[in-house]
């Protein structure tokens, strides 16, 4: 169950938020647009659904922008990707309402379930920090 490009862009946003962290102070949005080729009214979504869960804070103004709402080694992948992508789960058809569609729905979704919970599993071994670059020239520089 591979992850949809728009949980791929959350974590983008999150690393360049994660990496100037230290910095204590918001970060423009062009910023990561421009950086990584996301459109703007795309991330202002995501980054949104992110605010609502509790793991970016916004700041409004002419120095305004995103931070990070905990630091970096408390964020994991799982994190960020269960805001936007949820747990799957399978199609119902709904194209037969017999007792055999029934049992193959259940099965199905708990085939859904089991895969997100894999995925889960694995993406929360990975923090925020653990994917940021250990050399000491920043990439985030414009």
């Not at 905990?70 to 960020?80: G, Q, R, V, W």
């Amino acid at each position: 169950m591979p992850v949809t490009a728009k949980a791929e862009y959350a974590c983008l946003a999150m690393l360049e938020l994660a990496a100037r962290y230290a910095e204590g102070r918001p970060v423009r949005l062009s910023e990561v647009t421009d950086k990584h080729g996301i459109h703007h009214g795309f991330l202002v979504q995501i980054l949104l659904q992110l605010r609502n869960k509790g793991l970016v804070m916004t700041t409004r103004g002419k120095s305004g922008g995103y931070q990070l709402a905990k630091p970096p080694n408390e964020i994991t992948l799982a994190d960020i990707v269960e805001v936007l992508d949820g747990l799957d789960q399978a199609e119902n058809r709904g194209g037969t309402t017999s007792a055999f569609g029934q049992k193959l729905q259940g099965v199905w979704s708990g085939l859904a379930k089991k895969m997100a919970d894999t995925r889960t599993g694995y993406l929360k071994k990975f923090t925020l920090s653990d994917l940021l670059p250990n050399d000491s020239v920043p990439d985030y520089i414009i």
